[in-house]
């Protein structure tokens, strides 16, 4: 075998290594990030709950506010996250 099939194999060995970790720790990711939108995001779909707004308002209203604050505390979160926080806070206080 030559050199550069050595350091070839081994940093494809390394790559594949590196992405199980990050696949693994992404999970965890999320749930901090989750758990740092949570109490803004109920705050604000228990406000937007009891307004006139259609349900695609409320929503728009309540993924804007909680992407402000996202930005605003420097937390980065894709859209869909936000979209799943929103979720979860209206699943919480249906159940309330």
Do not use: C, H
């Amino acid at each position: 075998m030559n050199l550069i099939a050595i350091i070839k194999g081994f940093f494809s060995s390394l790559l594949r290594k590196f992405k199980a970790f990050i696949a693994a720790a992404l999970p965890a990711v999320k749930q901090i990030i989750i758990a740092q939108l949570k109490d803004i995001a109920l705050e604000t779909v228990k406000y937007l709950a009891v307004t006139d707004l259609s349900n695609e308002e409320k929503r728009s209203e309540a993924f804007k506010k909680i992407k402000e604050y996202a930005v605003l505390k420097g937390i980065v979160a894709k859209d869909s996250l936000i979209n799943t926080v929103i979720e979860l806070a209206y699943q919480q206080i249906q159940g309330e």
